[in-house]
Structures are given as structure tokens and as C-alpha cells.
């Protein structure tokens, strides 16, 4: 079992920035890939940025790409995801996801977040 905890959402105007972070415990060696997605209400969860553990390599939605940075730092388990240039369509609940491959569907993710909640007020 790999548990995951994030932190950093909140309410932040349009144009405003926000860091989140997402501290990983337990089989995490199991874990290739942690991921962020989001989910905004009436609208299904969808992914924003992944990275792997080693060599931390990124991938990014095209609706976030130059705006947002996923970032890790191995020796803390914890994963952070820097959101810059925030628009009201970036309101969602962000989930961070962990995963034995390096993927974009939920299917390739085992463990999962409570979640953070990201409001952005235009």
C-alpha cells in the first residue's frame, strides 16, 4: 500500500499561483509514476502532469503545459506541482495518483489522494 497525502490548495484570483504538494508513505518503492489529476464539478477527473521517480521524466495536458511545473523530490517522497497563470477553468479537486508505469488514464494509477481543492476567482 503506498498512502498519499496532499496539501496546498486554496482560493486564489485569476492570473494568481499556487504550489501544491503530494507526500507519499509506505511500499513506495512499488511506485514509477506519480500523477496529478483533477476533477471539476459535473465534469470527469482528468489528468495534468506526471513524473517518474528516476529520471523524472514529465508529461504534461496540453490544457496546463507552460503554465504548470511537476517537480519531485525523491529522497522526501514528495511530488509538488507549481500552477502559475491560474484561470477560473483550473477549479477543480486535485488528486495525486501514484502508478507502477507512466501513464495518463486513471487505470494506470493504483493509489490515490484525498484530495485538495483548488478555487480560482475570476
Known amino acids: 500500500q503506498v498512502q498519499l497525502v496532499e496539501s496546498g490548495g486554496g482560493l486564489v484570483q485569476a492570473g494568481g499561483s499556487l504550489r501544491l504538494s503530494c507526500a507519499a508513505s509506505g511500499r513506495t518503492f512499488s511506485s514509477y509514476t506519480m500523477g496529478w489529476f483533477r476533477q471539476a464539478p459535473g465534469k470527469e477527473r482528468e489528468f495534468v502532469a506526471a513524473?517518474?521517480?528516476?529520471?523524472?521524466?514529465?508529461v504534461y495536458a496540453d490544457s496546463v503545459k507552460g503554465r504548470f511545473t511537476i517537480s519531485r523530490d525523491n529522497a522526501k517522497n514528495t511530488v509538488n506541482l507549481q500552477m502559475n497563470s491560474l484561470k477560473p477553468e483550473d477549479t477543480a479537486v486535485y488528486y495525486c495518483a501514484s502508478g507502477r508505469v507512466m501513464g495518463l488514464l486513471e487505470a494506470h494509477y493504483d493509489y490515490w489522494g484525498q484530495g485538495t481543492q483548488v478555487t480560482v476567482s475570476s
Open positions: 513524473i517518474t521517480w528516476v529520471g523524472g521524466w514529465t
